[in-house]
């Protein structure tokens, strides 16, 4: 049986992971290769690096940074932030990323998302949809959160879908930092919709909400950052209760 | 020494990665003289069937590749290429296994992504692995099941995790992307 994901997430500014991590037995918690060495031994089953510097002038490191993480781990891992085209893709996934994440930019040109498909496959393909409930409707938005579209959620990740999206990565930022759970509701709506994975993320404070995720959602993965950095939630523990509660899990 | 066949898919790189965290040396290289003197030969790889199909054609590799007598290991669209025919855009593949490729059926989410386990399993490539292990997998068309099946996994239907016929073997799943078991496999096909 296919099991559901969970994905550590880690936000990297000038090769270095912040959020703030507080790990006990991390030498350097916050060297981006050595966390991400942790989080698989503890079991998690994919990563996501979103690097949230992303200039242009760091290019080379961000390529180093991405060969030195495919080197020393072994599951997959996705690789976001900053990227505006084919070629920023190209570069990550040469440099060993499974997956390449989009966000703004494949608002601005959508047409990135069928490029990418094409030339890599949708498989490596991941469209974050930052997403935030505005009057009675769950609306896009880009730029870190800052920024409305006129797109709302359900249409664009059948859109992202219907060019070529391998996955969705779906951020309530309603929920995102509260601590007080997944955004159930959206999250459901756009699994139900469409025929791609759907990775729940924002608003994880305990081991309860994933087994709410999943149980009320179709989504096959969960993804939280801040919980596992500070070991409120351990991976291991989270994972030996979800496969307690009947909930299918590596 | 063991070489990993060049052509234009993806993830190439990971199964180097891999044979680095296992201490083992190997050559990235479409040179079949190469190709029949290594120890083992790995045919990975992440990608479309039509355009490896005609890569491999293209720079004579076909019948380097089905006349291999050492080792050899296709991964994920590898095992595909193996096979007799793909679905994907009406493919003619290297027919080393009589196995047809076809897509799932989206009766569920396609592609087939994540971690999932296998049983049936019979070949010394799963020595210490059980069939609550899981594995990672990432593909939208399958093998069908034939006698040369050494591994079912289920996932919408039931369908060939890997095979194996003299000297090739195949796996569907990500043997480099798979932790501790993919390692574990990957070092019994080293030891053959």
Redesign the interface.
């Known amino acids: 049986?296919?099991?559901k994901?969970i994905i550590p997430c880690l936000d990297i500014k000038d090769g270095r992971t912040v959020k703030g991590v507080n790990f006990v037995d991390l030498r350097d918690a916050g060297d981006p290769v050595a966390l991400a060495k942790t989080y698989?031994e503890q079991g998690a089953?994919e990563l996501v690096f979103l690097d949230i510097t992303a200039t242009l002038e760091n290019r080379n490191a961000r390529k180093g940074m991405i060969e030195k993480i495919?080197?020393a781990i072994?599951?997959?891992f996705t690789v976001g932030g900053g990227v505006r085209s084919v070629e920023d893709a190209r570069m990550m996934?040469?440099a060993?990323a499974?997956k390449v994440s989009v966000n703004s930019a494949a608002v601005k040109q959508p047409e990135l998302i069928a490029e990418m498909a094409q030339e890599?496959?949708?498989?490596?393909v991941v469209v974050a949809v930052d997403t935030k409930l505005t009057g009675d409707n769950w609306m896009v938005y880009v730029n870190g959160g800052r920024n409305a579209t006129p797109h709302k959620t359900l249409d664009w990740c059948k859109k992202v879908e219907q060019l070529g999206a391998?996955?969705i990565l779906l951020t309530s930022m309603n929920n995102d930092g509260t601590k007080k759970g997944f955004a159930i509701d959206i999250t459901q709506a756009i699994a139900a919709a469409v025929?791609?994975?759907v990775i729940a993320s924002g608003g994880a404070g305990n081991k309860e909400h994933f087994k709410e995720i999943f149980t009320h959602s179709q989504a096959?993965?969960g993804l939280a950052a801040s919980i596992f950095h500070f070991g409120e939630v351990s991976i291991i523990d989270l994972k030996h209760y979800l496969k307690e509660k009947g909930i299918p899990i590596? | 020494m063991i070489a990993i066949v060049k052509y234009n898919a993806?993830?190439i790189?990971?199964v180097k990665?891999?044979l680095?965290?296992l201490n083992c040396s190997c050559v990235i290289t479409d040179d079949p003289k190469e190709l029949q003197a290594a120890d083992k030969v790995i045919f990975p790889g992440?990608?479309?069937a039509q355009s490896a199909m005609e890569y491999l054609k293209k720079h004579q590799l076909v019948d380097t590749i089905k006349g291999l007598t050492n080792p050899v290991l296709g991964i994920c669209l590898g095992l595909q290429l193996m096979c007799s025919h793909s679905e994907e855009n009406d493919t003619e593949c290297l027919g080393i296994f009589k196995n047809r490729i076809r897509l799932f059926p989206?009766t569920?989410?396609?592609?087939?992504?994540?971690?999932?386990?296998f049983d049936s399993l019979r070949s010394q490539l799963f020595r210490g692995v059980k069939t609550k292990d899981?594995v990672?997998f990432?593909?939208?068309y399958y093998a069908e099941r034939s006698q040369y099946t050494i591994a079912t996994a289920?996932?919408i239907l039931p369908f060939s995790a890997a095979l194996q016929r003299d000297n090739f073997y195949a796996v569907q799943f990500?043997p480099?992307?798979?932790?501790?078991i993919?390692?574990q496999i990957l070092t019994n096909f080293l030891s053959l």
């Not at chain 1, 890599?120 to 490596?124: I, L, N, W």
């Not at chain 2, 480099?176 to 501790?180: F, L, Q, R, Y």
């Open positions: 049986m296919l099991k994901r698989v089953d495919a080197a072994n599951i997959p996934i040469q060993g499974d890599f496959g949708s498989q490596c391998g996955e025929n791609i994975p096959t993965g590596r | 993806g993830n790189g990971s990665n891999a680095h965290r992440v990608g479309e989206s569920d989410i396609v592609p087939h992504m994540g971690w999932n386990n899981d990672y990432v593909h939208s289920n996932y990500h480099e992307k798979s932790a501790g993919g390692g």
